[in-house]
């Protein structure tokens, strides 16, 4: 099974500030690479696919990029309501497998 | 407007049965595959098992392989997962998702709960 390593795994920012989180895949995924925004007691949302594309309705300010082994999510400007957990998911092989997650919060 | 609407969840002894539906609207069911992803309490997301449009081809992780069965009804828009021979560690909310590869729309899932 191909291993997605998630970080970090919790992270603290202020209103306004960028972020970034990492994902890094035991083998080349070739960007099938997806990020969900998960928030308490609902279900997850997909924010970007084929690593950089962005789903339809997500605000602009989020954004992927990366290739073979590592990606990143980037959320500039920070808002409120980007309060939530993160996971990035591989699709290229079966099993798919996701990332433990990344909790963000407000500083 | 798509729509995933989950039912049949509950609470089940170790080593009994419960299947799960989920009824798809707002979409052609029948030209998407379908999924179905738990999530352990206050653990992260793992991937079930998976089907093709047309039901002629499935998959399965390995820890449920034998136990599960997943299925589709197109005529009657609706997804299936029977699980049989359920553990403890089967404990989860049970999502069912579209999508090829990626999950594009999630249901808002249901619970099950193995435990004597």
């Known amino acids: 099974d191909i291993r997605m390593t998630q970080s970090p795994a919790s992270l603290s920012a202020s209103l306004g500030e960028t972020v970034n989180i990492e994902c890094l895949a035991s083998e080349d995924i070739y960007s099938d690479l997806a990020w969900y925004q998960q928030k308490p007691g609902k279900s997850p949302q997909l924010l970007i696919y084929n690593a950089n594309s962005l789903q339809n309705g997500v605000p602009s300010r989020f954004s992927g990029s990366g290739s073979g082994t590592q990606y990143s999510l980037k959320i500039n400007s920070l808002q409120s309501e980007d309060v939530a957990t993160y996971f990035c998911?591989?699709?290229?092989?079966?099993?798919?497998?996701f990332g433990a997650g990344t909790k963000l919060e407000l500083k | 407007e798509v729509q995933l609407v989950e039912s049949g969840g509950g609470l089940v002894q170790p080593g009994r049965s419960l299947k799960l539906s989920c009824a798809a609207s707002?979409?052609?069911?029948?030209?998407?595959?379908m999924h179905w992803i738990r999530q352990a309490p206050t653990k992260g997301l793992e991937w079930v098992a998976s089907i093709s449009p047309s039901g002629g081809s499935t998959y399965y992780r390995d820890s449920v392989k034998g136990r599960f069965t997943i299925s589709r009804d197109n005529a009657k828009s609706t997804l299936y997962l029977q699980m049989d021979s359920l553990r403890s560690e089967d404990t989860a909310t049970y999502y069912c998702?579209?999508?090829?590869?990626?999950?594009?729309?999630w249901g808002q899932g249901v619970m099950v709960t193995v435990s004597s």
């Open positions: 707002g979409f052609t069911f029948s030209n998407y595959g």
């Open positions: 998911q591989q699709y290229n092989n079966y099993p798919n497998t």
């Open positions: 998702a579209t999508g090829s590869g990626y999950f594009d729309y």
